[in-house]
T-cell receptor
Framework: GENVEQHPSTLSVQEGDSAVIKCTYS??????FPWYKQELGKRPQLIID?????GEKKDQRIAVTLNKTAKHFSLHITETQPEDSAVYFC???????????FGRGTSLIVHP | DAGVTQSPTHLIKTRGQQVTLRCSPI?????VSWYQQVLGQGPQFIFQYYEKEERGRGNFPDRFSARQFPNYSSELNVNALLLGDSALYLCASSFGQGRSSGNTIYFGEGSWLTVV
């Protein structure tokens, strides 16, 4: 089955800095990669996703890049703000099962 | 427009007891999935139902079972509760079950289960 590795587990930045979270996946047939933001005690919420037919997608301060050859994808947050502090999860949809496999999460802390 | 709704939001059970968690998907969504999230980890897939049929099952023991009703709502049942079953149980819905466009999954707020 699919295996998703996510790094780093914790990321601490100053307000205004950029943050990058990286994930690798094992199943070359995976072709959908969503990112979720989970605030403390809340549900995971989809913030951006990318499909394998594109290499990059942007939405205001958030962008995701995908390298299919290397089987890794990354979340980029620019001009970070304290309200960006949360746990971020990446996921990949495995080719055979249609079930997303999640990474272990990255706790992002943005210091004012 | 209502999102995915789950009940109860919090509950405490004793070891050996049974629990039923409920989920209503977003209107129009036909697929419901259940996830277990232990503190500090990502959601772990338990079940997926589509059009009232089980379409996927994660690596969980037979104590876990689920079903989907004609209105696409779903229940997750866990029997013979263990301390290790304490977790946030998330329900997610999507329009379809595959990887094509429109199959983004949306999570409910979850049910916090504590087993003592």
């Amino acid at each position: 089955g699919e295996n998703v590795e996510q790094h780093p587990s914790t990321l601490s930045v100053q307000e205004g800095d950029s943050a990058v979270i990286k994930c690798t996946y094992s199943d070359s047939a995976s072709n959908y990669f969503p990112w979720y933001k989970q605030e403390l005690g809340k549900r995971p919420q989809l913030i951006i996703d990318i499909r394998s037919n594109v290499g990059e997608k942007k939405d205001q301060r958030i962008a995701v890049t995908l390298n299919k050859t290397a089987k890794h994808f990354s979340l980029h947050i620019t001009e970070t703000q304290p309200e960006d502090s949360a746990v971020y999860f990446c996921a990949a949809l495995s080719g055979g099962s249609y079930i997303p496999t999640f990474g272990r999460g990255t706790s992002l802390i943005v210091h004012p | 427009d209502a999102g995915v709704t789950q009940s109860p939001t919090h509950l405490i059970k004793t070891r050996g007891q049974q629990v039923t968690l409920r989920c209503s998907p977003i209107s129009g969504h036909k697929s419901v999935s259940w996830y277990q999230q232990v503190l500090g980890q990502g959601p772990q897939f338990i079940f997926q139902y589509y059009e009232k049929e089980e379409r996927g099952r994660g690596n969980f023991p037979d104590r876990f079972s689920a079903r989907q009703f004609p209105n696409y709502s779903s229940e997750l049942n866990v029997n013979a509760l263990l301390l290790g079953d304490s977790a946030l149980y998330l329900c997610a819905s999507s329009f379809g079950q595959g990887r094509s466009s429109g199959n983004t999954i949306y999570f409910g707020e979850g049910s916090w289960l504590t087993v003592v």
